[in-house]
């Protein structure tokens, strides 16, 4: 006969877990993941792809940046002789007389235009009209200060804005260039040529506009040429 052994509880002990069942295969498959977690841990490498295109994309701002400030500085210069053109010295030529407005100082503009030009293209071609160009171009640049400006305006007519200079120490540095072109041979491919320049000279009279300023030189300047038009003939 089989004997029952009956087990008591110890008095004040918690009553023994009871025993689960083991669930079937196919329902202990693992949990679906919290979508926020794994978002949390893609995060960094998505983060690191933005990051990445927002280098490029700043990259090729700066590169687009600089650019346009080529092509700005490049549209106010005179492709032929690597001065101011036209846009580009109204620019300076404003700049430069607010400075001598704001300090108290002196400019006078000279405005230049190259004699006997005409035939230089005329006879040897405008490959060699456009080397005197340049040689000139270079000329007045190295014969003025860093302060000064240098134009070409068009054509053979060029500027020169002489900045903290009286009209006396202006029509100096005119004679002097003009000594100096006029003693010049020009070396072209068609051979050599010499010309000469008139100018004239306009001092800043203080609230004028540009072409105001502008408009007294050119006048000066032809005042002069035709005077050099008429020595011209007369030793004809």
């Given amino acids: 006969m089989s004997q029952r052994v009956v087990t008591k509880a110890k008095a004040g002990s918690a009553p023994a877990a009871p025993t689960h069942a083991r669930a079937p295969l196919d329902e202990r498959a693992a949990p679906r993941e919290n ?3 794994a ?3 893609t995060l960094p490498s998505d983060l690191a792809v933005l990051l990445g295109e927002i280098d490029r994309l700043e990259a090729e701002l700066k590169a687009e940046r600089a650019r346009v400030q080529e092509l700005q500085a490049t549209a106010d210069i005179d492709p032929l002789t690597g001065v101011f053109n036209r846009r580009g010295f109204d620019r300076e030529l404003k ?6 407005e704001r300090y108290w100082t002196r400019a006078a503009l000279m405005y230049v235009d190259l004699d006997c ?3 230089v293209n005329d006879r040897h071609g405008h490959a060699a009209g456009d080397a005197v160009l340049q040689a ?3 000329m007045l640049t190295r014969s003025v200060r860093a302060s000064d400006t240098v134009a070409r305006l068009g054509g053979d007519e060029f500027a020169v804005l002489l900045v903290g200079a009286h009209l006396v120490a202006a029509r100096r540095k ?5 000594q100096l072109i006029a003693g010049t041979s020009f070396a072209t491919g068609a051979g050599t040529v010499g010309l000469g320049i008139s100018f004239g000279l306009a ?3 203080g609230d004028e506009s540009n072409d105001a300023l502008i408009g007294r030189a050119d006048m000066a300047m032809y005042s002069q040429k035709r005077r050099h038009a008429a020595a011209r003939a007369a030793h004809r």
């Fill in 203 to 205: 001092p800043y009279s």
């Fill in 174 to 178: 005119a004679q002097a260039l003009a």
């Fill in 35 to 37: 979508p926020h977690a």
């Fill in 136 to 138: 000139i171009g270079g």
């Fill in 39 to 41: 978002l949390a841990r």
């Fill in 117 to 119: 030009f005409k035939p």
């Fill in 95 to 100: 700049r430069s007389l607010a400075y001598v």
